[in-house]
């Protein structure tokens, strides 16, 4: 659905007032001006409810069909729900089943009967169902929390919506970038709510305003909650070294790559950190290479085929924050289970000169490839900007490619980066924290 939006949206700022109602509504991706009349509102003594909280689930009647040992739910607004018995025993919210503390599970599966039947069912206040299982062991179960959790193939796909927030919005080279202040980020919940919001969806915020001093990195990933430490340190310098131990830190021409493939769980999201920028060159290209595998699986499914099947060995030696000698396999366009874009592994320095592939599958794989960074390269795929000092890049390492335009390098040190990697996990988990604490009734 985002992919019939996305031209209309990118012609203007992504996080300004042009999104329209029904993208706002049907997506978890607050707009700045719906996050202003929020606040608005609020400041109105306007309950939020309307807004913010879902529809308040309400039980007509619940019945147990013993043979197929479903719990059927009639909702009051005419649905129904099945919830299986096992499913209900094994998720009983007792003190003696669950640990609210940790909110997790204490029954272990050794004592958890799965063909259990259902001794008695009631219903209090169209709200609370209360199960007597066979054993007397007794359960509660909210009709919120049931209805969340209704198995239904739309619910279930609602709920991972809200957990993943799976959505993208693709660009080419007309992306407007999204473009927030560092120090607004740093210091507002809703900002910073924003922030990853768009990082999630479009793949690329330009943050800016930040301090120019090597090391402030460290308080933008405080702010998420911490940073991946990887063989290059928790953050890296990126400018023209003598002996560099990887082509970045060099002043020449960096093709369109997604960082450390070499390593089996590739870094999620990517911060670069401008603190100095060449007179002369130095742009940064990036790609929104969800959008490139697209265009590639209609173009030609076959080369699409061979870049999701084929698995190909990274190598990365040397020495940095300690020495290394990293291998790993990765195909070049990973999908998930379920057949949807998960992550582009792609640095053509990195790809190993091993390739266990027999030999007549070899020339396959290099057609295929060079269709796909042909296609990347195409000038209405890229979108070319050069940072300046105080601004910080934040970025999907997963889905966006990015490069550089060489650039002059004196004797004195004329372009300097500072980056660093955190996970999805511990960005995501920030998320919905965030989201958690500017919507408490969600
Ligand atoms: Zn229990």
């Known amino acids: ?26 997506s978890h991706f607050p707009s700045e001006c719906f996050l202003q009349s929020i606040r608005c509102q609020h400041q109105a003594g306007v309950l939020l409810e309307e807004l913010a909280a879902p529809s308040v689930a309400m039980i007509q009647n619940v019945e147990a069909l013993s043979v197929d040992r479903f719990l059927r739910v009639h909702w009051e607004d005419g649905n129904q729900s099945l919830y299986p018995f096992v499913w209900l025993r094994d998720n009983c919210q007792c003190p003696e089943c669950f640990l609210h503390s940790a909110k997790a599970r204490k029954l272990p599966i050794e004592n958890l009967d799965v063909d259990t039947g259902i001794g008695d069912v009631k219903l209090t206040n169209s709200k609370k169902v209360s199960i007597t299982w066979p054993d ?3 359960s509660e179960f909210h009709a919120h929390w049931l209805k969340k959790r209704c198995f239904s193939k739309r619910s279930r796909t609602e709920m991972q919506e809200e957990l993943f927030l799976p959505e993208h919005l693709y660009w080419g080279s007309n992306l407007d970038i999204p473009t927030m202040s560092y120090d607004d980020i740093l210091n507002n919940d809703q900002s910073a709510y924003n922030w990853l919001c768009a990082l999630k969806k479009v793949g690329i915020v330009l943050l800016e305003g930040a301090p120019i001093k090597q090391g402030e990195l460290v308080n933008l990933g405080k702010r998420i909650g911490y940073m991946r430490l990887t063989f290059y340190g928790y953050t890296w310098q990126v400018q023209d070294k003598v002996d560099a131990n990887n082509v970045a830190y060099t002043a020449g021409k960096l093709s369109l790559h997604t960082d450390y493939p070499a390593i089996q769980y590739p870094p999620g999201v990517q911060f670069l950190h401008c603190l100095k920028q060449a007179k002369t060159g130095g742009e940064s290209v990036v790609v929104d290479g969800f959008h490139v595998c697209q265009r ?3 173009q030609n499914p076959e080369a699409f085929r061979i870049l999701t099947s084929t698995q190909i060995d990274f190598t990365d030696t040397g020495v940095d924050y300690c020495d290394f000698a990293l291998q790993s396999k990765h195909s070049i366009i990973e999908l998930d289970p379920n057949g949807s874009l998960l992550r582009i592994n792609f640095n053509n320095a990195t790809r190993d000169s091993v390739l266990n592939i027999t030999a007549e599958q ?5 057609s295929s490839l060079k269709e796909f960074v042909s296609l990347m390269n195409q000038p209405e795929n890229t979108f070319c900007y050069k940072m300046k000092p105080g601004q910080v890049v934040t970025f999907d390492n997963w889905r966006i490619l990015h490069g550089r335009r060489s650039y002059q390098s004196g004797t004195d040190i004329s372009r300097h980066l500072e980056g660093s990697y955190l996970d999805w996990d511990v960005v995501l988990s920030r998320m919905r924290n965030l989201k958690k604490k500017l919507q408490p009734d969600n």
Request: glycine content about 2%; proline content about 3%; aromatic content about 10%.
């Open 1 to 26: 659905m985002w992919g019939k939006f996305a031209k209309q949206l990118l012609k203007s700022k992504v996080l300004r007032c042009s999104v329209s109602e029904k993208v706002q509504r049907s």
């Open 136 to 138: 007397a062991h007794h």
């Open 296 to 298: 590639l699986r209609e």
């Open 362 to 366: 070899v020339q396959p794989f290099y």
